[in-house]
């Protein structure tokens, strides 16, 4: 399978390097591409002569993975990661889970480590366990997917179309969510397959913002209608009961607190 890995960046994060050696390390075999800014591009490939570097237009990060996507080359299924973010050796099992139906439409995830600036634990993110229950889960206003260690098939690609470039903070969320309208096969593998960096200054810690941009991509996906309360309530208590071991090390770390809360909190540190 050929497997091609995107990273929009602007060539300044202190863990770029961390990011394309956890991809050398974790993705055997794929292709990386960096997409950042034309001024950038020359130095940016004499950095990291093993990844291939391509510029972007300026008009965003959900616009940049558009352009790696476009110039990668051929590619059989892609993933994408932010260059301050890495992939751990459970991603190896993702990408084989794809590997054996890469022909097919189908996108498979795995579990997210939340990590420190220094690449300490801090917990983990609750994703959901069981495939068919994403769209109920969409419309509870829960994340059942993450895009860390997430690969979608080309197959599934050609179905769904691009990222949102109009998307600042909910381009994540908007394109999983209509992956899973467009009924591709959902596969989750069991074991982290990526982590997640919690630092100051990252724009997801503006709530007010993500909350009206997600309210917006509900609104525009119609992810609230045509799920009934039992559905819903059952797909609930099936994340719930799945993400147990997760609340439990996070109420052991941090006592009661939101998941948000934490977040925000951990990112200040």
Request: with cysteine; net charge positive; charged share 25%.
């Amino acid at each position: 399978m050929k497997l091609l890995v995107v990273t929009p960046t602007l060539g300044d994060s202190p863990w770029l390097t961390e990011t394309v050696e956890s991809v050398a390390r974790c993705a055997a075999g794929a292709r990386h591409v960096l997409v950042t800014r034309a001024d950038r591009v020359t130095e940016l490939a004499a950095r990291f002569p093993e990844a291939q570097v391509v510029a972007e237009s300026g008009a965003g990060m959900y616009a940049a993975i558009n352009a790696g996507l476009a110039g990668g080359g051929d590619w059989d299924a892609f993933t994408y990661i932010n260059d301050d973010d890495v992939l751990l050796p459970g991603f190896a099992r993702v990408q084989a889970r794809v590997a054996a139906v890469e022909r097919e439409a189908v996108m498979a995830y795995g579990g997210v480590r939340l990590i420190d600036v220094a690449g300490r634990r801090l917990g983990g993110i609750p994703i959901s366990a069981i495939p068919g229950h994403n769209r109920a889960l969409y419309a509870e206003r829960l994340e059942p997917v993450y895009q860390h260690g997430t690969v979608i098939t080309r197959a599934a690609w050609e179905r769904v179309g691009g990222f949102d470039g109009g998307l600042r903070l909910c381009g994540d969320t908007d394109y999983l969510a209509r992956v899973c309208l467009a009924g591709v096969t959902g596969i989750f593998v069991r074991g982290e397959a990526a982590a997640f960096r919690l630092r100051a200054g990252q724009l997801t810690q503006n709530r007010g913002a993500m909350e009206a941009e997600r309210a917006a991509v509900d609104m525009k996906l119609g992810l609230g209608a045509g799920v009934g309360g039992g559905r819903r309530l059952c797909a609930r208590i099936g994340f719930r009961a799945a993400n147990l071991h997760l609340y439990a090390e996070r109420v052991a770390k941090y006592g009661w607190k939101r998941f948000d809360t934490v977040i925000a909190e951990s990112a200040q540190r």
